[in-house]
């Protein structure tokens, strides 16, 4: 290869690389821009209780999903179901649950959503 012809490539990779790293910078600006997303309205809600958990469960539970979400447990679901539901949240989603407040929130649940729910 020619002296020329080397100095030549060397110029056009200086230039191919200048280029993409353009590009590339365009595009991670353009992707890094803030999102926003809308949500559609929550259609339903926990049911009012007087326990000490509907007011965490409120603050905690909902903050990640729907209240909906209870609806489709099963309504027979014992105390140990919804115990290990609080705590698959927890540590599997990683919800800001706090541990002060599971027995709570699962006393809750159960006795909102669960089988130890006042017959109708």
Not at 32 to 58: N, R
Not at 76 to 91: E, I, S
Request: hydrophobic share 40%.
């Amino acid at each position: 290869m020619k002296r020329s012809d080397a100095c030549n490539f060397a110029r056009v990779a200086r230039r191919a690389a200048l280029a993409l790293g353009l590009v590339t910078s365009l595009a991670g600006a353009a992707w890094a821009g803030p999102k926003t997303i809308e949500l559609p309205p929550d259609g339903v809600v926990l049911k009012a209780s007087s326990l000490p958990g509907y007011g965490k469960a409120q603050a905690q539970c909902v903050a990640c999903h729907s209240a909906e979400y209870m609806l489709y447990q099963p309504p027979t679901a014992p105390r140990p179901y919804w115990d290990a539901m609080v705590k698959r949240m927890k540590t599997v989603f990683k919800a800001p649950v706090d541990e002060a407040d599971m027995p709570a929130i699962v006393d809750y649940l159960v006795k909102t959503y669960g089988n130890e729910q006042p017959p109708p």
